[in-house]
């Protein structure tokens, strides 16, 4: 049965929530879940006493976490492993500097989803977030491998410092995106101005974004099929970096022009 | 030889000899059914034979828009040779040739998972002189080799499977309409998962024997046991009497089971389309590991 920790009272502070990632709780009971410690503020507080916890961790991996948890930060930081389902809204630095499995959000994200820590160069080296609803700022900085993608839309800033990774925001992603970026790919399912450091370089049907968009429809959401036949344009940036980033724009009101 | 009726078809008392090789399977993609089926004709020209070409190919199947990677339509190939490294070499050079240069196509590993791997687009990615990206995508690596027309994608390796080369029936009849009508019968039903057929149209008219009788330098020469003109010249003539022509079907497949049922397929369609014999190529049992009697193939697929 799959571990489930479903929120039955709001926490007095902001949740340090990185302790619950699959791996650690591998094998373990209802009780020894609920026994864990999370930060709280300047506290700690047993998560047996904001979680309901029914189930136990199994070789499978799998955790759902359920209810309102935008004051829960860092959920599914630096999982390397495993499948977290959080259904509703989550805070901040979800997915921070993950390297492997699959974090999927069943509501919104706070700032910073799959990014760097404060201070760290590289953010997520790996695995598959998909966030159904918006995500906040700067979602996937610093990230370095991995797949974020979002159902509705990003907030600006998205891809700050990116090495490589894509992040694809169905609904389109919000200004400022790519800042800094080296290698990564940005796709932005509408409209966009990107930064005076990006050029416009073509429009076409790029192969791999399509393979990407076949597998966002696979873990979920809902992807158009206007988005997998395209056409995208491509923007080359950021030429402050390596300028061999990009930020793709479905093109859809020049096709057929 | 004494063997059975089938129908009308005399089936001989023998066996097909076969090896064992190395394969790789690839799906390509297209734009349309069209450009894919032009890259795997041109992937699979020049393939026949691992003796003249170095690897044996052919189009496996066509493949619907839900059966492939990208959800576009495309074909799926095999591709034989001796060993894992020939297969690496003759998959990076006809996929770098024919497939990389066709219009809208793209190329997947169809043998995902397998034990063994050999690179592709790790290899063709050096094509794209520092200007290629990868992406992994639900755990496999394709490479992004930028292009004239866009990009070709590419996967970085293929599974490398230990499949069977070498089976083969050899179809007769009295005279050369007949039996080719047979072949192509044949040729038809043994099509499909996990067979190749690599010569023209699955039909090679040429059979050989191994070496020459002329010459020491000949790694084969006609099968002139087999040749009809020469049924009154040749003292060990094998042409059965009432027989004008012949044709035979190299079969390589995954398994030893898939080309022992495609020779079924096989048999029994030749029968049903006129053959008035049917035999098979075998070198005394002696260099092959896999035997396929034709006894075995009586039972209708």
């Known amino acids: 049965m799959t571990l489930t920790l479903t929120l039955r009272t709001q926490p007095p502070a902001r949740v340090f929530a990185a302790p619950l990632i699959p791996e650690r709780l591998r094998g373990r009971g209802a009780s020894a879940v609920e026994a864990i410690e999370l930060r ?25 976490l359920a209810g309102d948890l935008r004051q829960f930060d860092w959920i599914g930081a630096r999982m390397s492993s495993g499948e977290i389902v959080a259904r509703g809204d989550v805070g901040s630095w979800a997915g921070a500097e993950m390297s492997g499995g699959a974090l999927r959000i069943e509501g919104d994200a706070g700032a ?8 760290a160069r590289v953010g997520m080296t790996g695995g598959e977030i998909v966030v159904t609803g918006n995500a906040g700022e700067e979602a996937g900085a610093g990230m370095r491998r991995g797949l974020v993608a979002v159902g509705g839309r990003t907030g600006n800033g998205a891809g700050l410092r990116m090495l490589a990774g894509t992040i694809i925001a169905l609904g389109g992603i919000g200004d400022e995106a790519g800042l800094g970026n080296k290698r990564g790919s940005l796709a932005s399912g509408s409209a966009l101005e990107p ?12 192969p791999a974004l399509r393979m990407q968009l076949l597998r966002v429809r696979q873990l979920g959401l809902t992807v158009p099929d206007a988005l997998l036949s395209g056409p995208w344009s491509r923007w080359s940036g950021d030429v402050t970096e390596l300028a061999r980033g990009e930020i793709l724009i479905f093109d859809e009101n020049e096709e057929g022009a | ?92 050079e ?56 866009g990009e070709f994608l590419v996967s970085e390796s293929v599974g490398v499977g230990r499949g069977v080369g070498g089976g083969n029936l050899v179809i ?62 040749a003292d060990d003539t094998l042409v059965p009497d009432g027989v004008g022509a012949l044709f035979e079907i190299v079969i390589d497949g995954v398994s030893e089971e898939a080309v022992r049922e495609a020779m079924r397929r096989g048999l029994h369609s030749a029968a049903g389309a006129g053959a008035t014999r049917v035999t098979a190529a075998n070198f005394g049992g002696k260099l092959g590991q896999f035997h396929f009697p034709l006894s075995d193939l009586r039972d209708p697929p």
């Open chain 1, 195 to 206: 930064l005076p450091s990006y050029t416009y370089a073509t429009r076409f049907h790029p």
């Open chain 2, 1 to 92: 030889m004494s063997g059975y009726l089938l129908g009308d078809t005399d089936v001989d008392d023998t066996f097909a000899e076969a090896f064992p090789m190395r394969y790789a399977r690839v799906v390509i993609t297209a734009a349309t059914d069209g450009w894919a089926l032009e890259a795997a004709r041109s992937m699979t020209g020049f393939a026949t034979s691992v003796i003249g070409c170095k690897c044996e190919a052919a189009i496996e199947r066509a493949l619907a828009s839900d059966e492939t990677p990208d959800g576009r339509p495309g074909i799926g190939v095999l591709l034989f040779a001796m060993d894992r490294e020939g297969v690496g070499k003759r998959i990076v």
């Open chain 1, 112 to 119: 910073r989803l799959g990014a760097a820590y404060p201070g």
């Open chain 1, 40 to 64: 709280c503020g300047g506290e700690t507080v047993a998560a047996g006493d904001l979680f309901e916890v029914s189930g136990a961790g199994t070789e499978e991996e799998a955790l759902v």
């Open chain 2, 172 to 233: 007769g009849a009295g005279d050369e309409d007949v039996a080719l009508a047979a072949a192509e019968a044949a040729a038809g039903a043994m099509r499909g998962e996990g067979i190749a057929l690599p010569f023209p149209g699955g039909i090679v008219r040429s059979g050989s024997k191994v070496g020459a009788l002329t010459s020491k330098s000949m790694p084969a020469s006609t099968n002139h046991q087999l040749a009809p003109t020469l049924r009154a010249q």
């Open chain 2, 94 to 149: 006809r996929v770098g040739q024919s497939v990389m240069t066709c219009p809208t196509t793209a190329c997947f590993d169809g043998l995902p998972g397998a034990d063994s791997t050999s690179p592709l687009g790790a290899t063709l990615r050096y094509f794209g002189d520092g200007f290629q990206a990868s992406k992994v995508i639900a755990g496999q690596r394709y490479w992004r080799i930028p292009v004239m027309e």
